[in-house]
């Protein structure tokens, strides 16, 4: 179990959310406080706002009223630090570049370009995601998984603070999925990064947070936030099977069924 | 559907075949029907023409192959230029790429002799009509390539802080090389015919001028050997550019 320390790494007050030029807000009065090293799983029906938390913590949507700080700062500021990483619900490799290439990008664009010390960091974290063998095949060569594998590997590379991740598992299958689920908490452990997962799934809500958040649609806000610590044993490794978290994902069921209308 | 595939020794050895059997119904079959020499000559008395007049040819040819090199490069560089201000500026393009698309449309026949008109009679008209030529195929292909990056990758190097010109020189330039080299392919044969188009109209030298004076003086076949040789440039001009894009390849990934 990663300390969860009483640093801020995300505060949202009264946060609202919307596309330009729609008057109906996305998200709406979001009240939310993530410590740094905490990892975060974001629940909720379709429609409800899930990506677009992530995309205004990551710059991509300016918030249309009350306040966001990231890190004790704007979103944009934080960005440019390279403090942020997000990793997209497609892998989104570019084509014509090696795996290993792929994860240089953000060596070479923006803030983090120090080209010299490419090659033994991108292997580095190749290693961490257990890909470094391939790091020499394109991404039409990889599967599914692996893709992810890489563009995991690739935010990894900034060495954010801060890791956003958007549904990244939800095409795969459910084999593969718990497989990275257990390498993506082996990662969170070992670089005490702050994580805020979007996901369908209630199990792996369950089994990857520290605390779930559930939001609600129509209109997006925020339903309930459970802490799941004591479902974790003293690994940190969630007893998924035990009574507790069937009774907590019944009472989740419940809570995306009565946020869904 | 297996079956229906053809072996390596058909696929090389059908298109050989099927081009012999047009050339001998060229050289027996057509004079047999009563068709002519001075209205189409044999392959074997082009051939003959060709070796005995080939330094002429090659004369004329000369002029042709710089029209249409320069026509390839003033050609492709506007269009390549002119696509990255649509993409980069909405409103150019909004105003500007109708008009253009609008211009397209005039054949190149109608539009040759203003452009004759305008320009006068040296090299440049050719190099104008073989650059036009070139310019619609790049210009639309590469406005398509240079916006074919998609959201995710957009917002990927936003979330990188990406300058504009990392954005276009990471992303957006090489999503459109393969459309780029797919154009410059058609071009490499369409400079060849647009300095043609510009040489029957207003030139006394270039391999258009004598296919137009051999036509006139019922010469046919040094109409066919001019004719051969305009077909051999395009498919060397076309080999040079394929060329070209597989060496950039080795070197873009290495």
């Not at chain 1, 990231?70 to 630090?81: M, N, S, T, Y």
């Not at chain 1, 998984?145 to 956003?164: K, M, T």
């Not at chain 1, 609600?216 to 610590?229: F, T």
């Not at chain 2, 042709?64 to 269009?79: I, Q, R, S």
Request: proline share 6%; hydrophobic share 50%.
């Amino acid at each position: 179990m990663n300390p969860v320390t009483n640093e801020i790494a995300i505060e949202a007050r009264s946060l609202g959310l919307g596309y330009p030029g729609s008057m109906q807000p996305v998200l709406e009065g979001v009240d939310l406080s993530v410590a740094k090293g905490e990892f975060l799983t974001i629940l909720g029906p379709s429609g409800c706002g899930k990506s677009t938390l992530l995309r205004a913590i990551a710059d991509l949507l300016p918030p249309i009223n009350g306040r966001l700080s990231v890190l004790g700062k704007p979103a944009a500021e934080a960005r440019r630090q390279r403090e942020v990483g997000f990793v997209f619900q497609e892998a989104t490799l570019l084509p014509w570049r090696t795996v290993r290439d792929n994860v240089c990008l953000p060596l070479q664009v923006g803030k983090g370009r120090i080209a010299k010390s490419v090659q033994p960091r991108a292997d580095h974290w190749l290693e961490l995601v257990g890909l470094a063998h391939l790091s020499d095949r394109y991404p039409n060569q990889l599967s599914g998984g692996q893709r992810q594998r890489v563009s995991i590997a690739r935010a990894l590379q900034c060495e954010p603070d801060i890791l956003l991740m958007d549904e990244p598992f939800g095409a795969l299958d459910e084999i593969t999925r718990d497989r990275l689920n257990d390498e993506l908490l082996s990662i969170w452990r070992r670089t005490h990064a702050t994580i805020l997962f979007v996901t369908h799934s209630i199990t792996e809500a369950i089994y990857l947070g520290g605390r779930v958040l559930v939001l609600a649609a129509n209109p997006g806000r925020c339903q309930a936030l459970i802490d799941l610590a004591s479902l974790k044993d003293e690994n940190g490794v969630c007893r998924r099977e035990s009574p507790q978290a069937q009774e907590i994902a019944a009472q989740l069921r419940q809570l995306l069924r009565d946020g869904g209308a | 559907m297996k079956r229906d595939q053809l072996s390596l020794l058909e696929a090389t050895i059908l298109p050989v075949a099927g081009a012999f059997s047009l050339l001998i119904v060229w050289q027996w079959v057509l004079p047999a029907l009563g068709v002519p020499a001075y209205i189409v000559p044999t392959p074997f008395s082009v051939l003959r023409t060709f070796a005995s007049e080939w330094r002429g040819l090659i004369q004329n040819a000369l002029p042709t192959w710089y029209e249409a090199l320069l026509g390839f490069f003033l050609g492709n560089l506007t269009a390549v230029i002119l696509a990255i201000v649509f993409v980069y500026s909405p409103r150019v393009r909004a105003a500007y790429f109708p008009v253009v698309l609008l211009f397209n449309t005039i054949p190149v026949l109608a539009l040759a002799p203003i452009i004759i008109l305008v320009f006068g009679l040296g090299i440049l008209p050719k190099v104008v009509i073989a650059a036009l030529l070139c310019f619609f195929p790049t210009l639309i292909n590469m406005v398509r390539g240079l916006t074919s990056a998609t959201s995710n990758e957009l917002e990927l190097m936003h979330v990188l802080s990406a300058s504009g010109w990392e954005t276009f020189w990471r992303l957006r330039a090489p999503r459109s090389v393969p459309l780029l080299f797919a154009s410059l392919r058609i071009s490499a044969t369409t400079s060849v015919i647009g300095a043609i188009v510009g040489e029957w109209i207003g030139s006394d030298r270039g391999l258009g001028a004598v296919i137009i004076q051999s036509t006139f003086n019922y010469q046919a076949e040094r109409l066919f050997a001019a004719v051969l040789l305009a077909s051999l440039s395009g498919i060397i001009f076309f080999a040079i550019v394929g060329r070209i894009e597989r060496i950039f390849h080795r070197l873009a990934s290495p």
